[in-house]
C-alpha cells in the first residue's frame, strides 16, 4: 500500500514559517486505526486526510492522539496540495467535515477559507487554569478552548505557563491573546491534552478569538498574528456566524509512505 504525503507549512510565506501540516490524499477511507498511526508517526500537530466525492472532498484531521472536529492550518495545506499539486482547476474548493461543510477559495492575497465562527462566552476560571497561567488575566472565557485576554503583547509573549497544570481542564486547550502592538489582536495557543503544547499558527482558534476581538474593536477585519517561535500572520474577516480567514503555504516535502 502507499500513500503519497506533502508536507507544507500554513500561513507561511516560505519554508520554516507559520504551521507545518501533513496532507494524505486518498482514494477511499482505510480503517481509522490506519489513520491515527499515520499521524502519530508523522508527530506534527495535524494529519489531514481527505478523499474525492463528486463535486467535493471529505477532510479530516487527526493529531497525534486523537481525530479532532476542526482544523484551520491543515485545511489551508490541503486546499493548497489540492490546487498546486492535485487536478483542481476551479477557484473554490468544497470540504465535507465534522464541523460541516467548509470552502476554501484562492485569489490574489492567497486561500480563504470560511469556518464557523464561535463566540466565547465568560466563564469563572478554574484554579488550574489560573495556576497554570501563573499571572492575572483581564478575563477568561470559554468557546472550544478557554480564551484568556491579557493586557499587553508583551505578556502574551513572554508568557511560561505550567502545562502540566492545564491537562486537567475540560475543553480542547487554552488561547492566550491581547491586543497587537502593530496588528489588531496577538495570541498563543497550547493543547497539552493533544500532546501539542504549543500550536505554532493556529486558524482554529481564529474562530473564537476573531468575534471576540471584532466585538471589542467593533470592527469586522482584523489582521492578527500567532507569537510563537515560527509566527504567523492572518487577515480575519467576521461576517456574522462565519470567519473567513486567509493565508498562505510553503511547500516543505513531497514523499511516499509504504505499508
Not at 501540516?21 to 481509522?32: K, T
Not at 491534552?193 to 470592527?219: F, M, Q, Y
Request: glycine residues 6%; aromatic residues 8%; contains cysteine.
Amino acid at each position: 500500500m502507499h500513500i503519497s504525503l506533502y508536507q507544507v507549512d500554513a500561513f507561511a510565506s516560505q519554508p520554516f514559517e507559520g504551521n507545518p501540516a501533513a496532507v494524505c490524499p486518498l482514494p477511499h477511507w482505510p480503517d481509522d486505526s490506519l489513520l491515527q498511526r499515520i499521524a502519530e508517526e508523522n508527530n506534527l500537530s495535524e494529519t489531514a486526510f481527505f478523499v474525492p466525492m463528486d463535486d467535493h472532498y471529505q477532510l479530516r484531521w487527526f493529531t497525534p492522539a486523537e481525530e479532532v472536529d476542526l482544523c484551520g492550518h491543515a485545511t489551508l495545506a490541503a486546499a493548497h496540495v489540492l490546487f498546486k499539486h492535485g487536478s483542481h482547476t476551479e477557484d473554490d474548493i468544497v470540504f465535507e467535515t465534522r464541523s460541516g461543510r467548509l470552502t476554501v477559495r484562492r485569489n490574489e492575497e492567497g486561500l480563504v477559507m470560511d469556518f464557523p465562527a464561535s463566540m466565547p462566552r465568560v466563564v469563572s476560571p478554574p484554579a488550574a487554569l489560573l495556576d497554570g497561567l501563573g499571572c492575572t488575566p483581564c478575563e477568561v472565557l470559554q468557546a472550544f478552548d478557554y480564551i484568556v485576554v491579557l493586557a499587553s503583547e508583551q505578556q502574551v509573549k513572554t508568557l511560561t505557563p505550567d502545562l502540566s497544570l492545564w491537562l486537567k481542564l475540560d475543553g480542547r486547550g487554552v488561547v492566550v491573546t491581547a491586543p497587537g502592538d502593530k496588528v489588531d489582536f496577538v495570541s498563543r495557543c497550547f493543547f497539552p491534552k493533544l500532546r501539542i503544547n504549543e500550536d505554532p499558527v493556529t486558524g482554529s482558534a481564529h474562530c473564537e478569538t476573531a468575534p471576540l476581538w471584532a466585538s471589542k474593536l467593533d470592527k469586522t477585519t482584523l489582521i492578527a498574528t500567532q507569537l510563537s517561535s515560527r509566527c504567523g500572520k492572518l487577515k480575519c474577516e467576521v461576517k456574522g456566524d462565519r470567519v473567513e480567514l486567509t493565508g498562505r503555504c510553503a511547500d516543505y516535502l513531497q514523499g511516499t509512505i509504504t505499508l
